[in-house]
């Protein structure tokens, strides 16, 4: 799992910050996940850059660069208070090579080790934002680039333009995805990417062409663990419900929480899909990894991909 770290320096103070930080390396944990924009909607500034110079502090201060490995992305930072999503910095080549300075100044790293094109910049044409990513790697200053929020055609043009003019090729790409999966025809509250979610599609894209998928938002804001409260709109239909008993089925025999099956299905299932987790205390952070070490029976992975095979 990477650890995501949106909160961190914002709604979630230093201290505790600092104290998640360091129960997620204990635990065995190495990918932090963040973003350049991170989080310009709870400060008073209106602009990101909090949680990655809260975590270039927390590096400092534990000497921890050897443990961990840093994921953070740009194009979403708002060019003014409030401009989010409509005014936003974009893929931009002079944008971006400023941006990535930036992130490595606030990290306090010498080189990030996965860089996210945060979201799309249909400004820009695919060949010109891949060959700025990969000048990024090819200049040392990032080892691999990502793509956050873009469908799987995009990425597939992308490196088939890289493959051709030997620029370093996109190797993720990070989306939304649960268990729990929504109505084509309603909008997902909080989701402000268009190609956001994560499809079968992009599922296929990335088993066939080697390319590693994150997803984020993979338990929903704690809705597994409270069946009392409504489902969001978007999500209220019966696979919900169905998913949602099968889900709470295995957590019951396996004497786990109903979260951890979610944790443990997204790293046990093909392809592979690592689960960015956010979490607000050290008890959290153990139960996901915990969750994303175990290996499922498959008994439970075969009822729990059934309805994907239907």
Known sequence: ?????????????????????????EAGGV???TANCYAFWASASGYG??????????????????????STKVGAEPCTPGGFPQDVEGLG????????HQSLNRLRVEKIDLFWAHMEDRSQSISQVTSTFGELVTRGLVSEIGLSNHPAWYAAIANTYAKQSSTPEFTALQLRESYLHPR???PVEGEDHPNGMMT???RDYAARAGISLWAYTPLLNGLYEHPERPLPAAYEHPGSHIRLARIHRWASGLGIKPSQVVLAWLTNTLPQIMPVVGCSTPAQVREAIEATSMTLPTEVLNDLNALDQA
Not at 3 to 23: E, F, N, R, V
Not at 93 to 100: E, F, I, K, T
């Open 49 to 70: 850059g909090q949680s990655e110079t809260l975590l270039g502090d927390w590096i400092a201060s534990r000497n921890a660069h050897e443990h961990v490995r840093l």
């Open 1 to 25: 799992m990477a650890l995501g770290a949106m909160h961190l320096g914002t709604k979630i103070g230093y201290a505790d910050s600092c104290g998640i930080l360091d129960a997620y390396v």
């Open 31 to 33: 990918w932090i996940d």
């Open 184 to 186: 084509p025809d309603i």
């Open 93 to 100: 080549q002079r944008v971006v090579q400023a941006a990535v």
């Open 200 to 202: 079968a599609e992009s």
